[in-house]
Nanobody, 121 residues
């Protein structure tokens, strides 16, 4: 059983910073891409940032220059450093990891439980 556990959300004033973490546990062979998504009330879930197994990154235009995604393969963990936060960044943030459980298996997507980020004064 593979499980993703997120941490790091909370309430922060505009201009503040937060760091989200998402660690995978369980038995699996490898983790391919990792990413962060968010969903604001009344809106669809959107991709915030992603990182490949080789370290290539991709960001939504709305967060470029403010957010940084990184990964620690030894800890099976993906991070999202969020700086210069704005009220429009308020959402539930979900991590996603594309995990191959078996050596020759097809990778599956796994999701974290979500963590609330609220940017407000």
């Amino acid at each position: 059983q593979v499980q993703l556990v997120e941490s790091g959300g909370g309430l922060v004033p505009p201009g503040g910073s937060l760091r989200l973490s998402c660690a995978a546990s369980g038995r699996f062979f490898s983790i391919l891409a990792m990413g962060w998504y968010r969903q604001a009330p009344g809106k669809q879930r959107e991709l915030v940032a992603s990182i490949t197994g080789g370290g290539s990154t991709n960001y939504a235009d709305s967060v470029k220059g403010r957010f940084t995604i990184s990964r620690d393969n030894a800890k099976n963990t993906v991070y999202l450093q969020m700086n210069s936060l704005k009220s429009e960044d308020t959402a539930v943030y979900y991590c996603n990891q594309n995990i191959r459980r078996l050596t020759w298996g097809i990778p599956d997507d796994y999701w974290g439980q979500g963590t609330q980020v609220t940017v407000s004064s």
